[in-house]
């Protein structure tokens, strides 16, 4: 089963944008990196997804987890 993602991606044109993994089109664009975190954050929590944040020469700056976790960390 492929995994749920969203990824905060630098746009060619300038600003930001929040593109659904796969996807060509993003669902959103903002000009600001840190409000398209925000909303890249907030879309991933209610969907329980995973968000990749890029840098702006495109590789992963920080990845979180919002879904359910297949490795959780052992509860003492």
Same mark, same amino acid.
């Given at each position: 089963?492929?995994?749920?993602?969203?990824?905060?991606?630098?746009?060619?044109?300038?600003?930001?944008?929040?593109?659904?993994?796969?996807?060509?089109?993003? *669902?959103?664009?903002?000009?600001?990196? *840190?409000?398209?975190?925000?909303?890249?954050?907030?879309? *991933?929590?209610?969907?329980?997804?995973?968000?990749?944040?890029?840098?702006?020469?495109?590789?992963?700056?920080?990845?979180? *987890?919002?879904?359910?976790?297949?490795?959780?960390?052992?509860?003492?």
């Amino acid at each position: 089963m492929a995994k749920n993602t969203h990824h905060v991606v630098p746009d060619p044109k300038g600003g930001w944008s929040v593109k659904k993994g796969g996807a060509v089109r993003a *669902s959103r664009h903002f000009e600001q990196k *840190s409000e398209a975190e925000s909303w890249g954050r907030r879309v *991933s929590t209610e969907q329980g997804s995973e968000l990749f944040i890029h840098k702006r020469d495109g590789t992963i700056q920080r990845k979180d *987890s919002y879904g359910a976790d297949p490795m959780p960390r052992n509860q003492q």
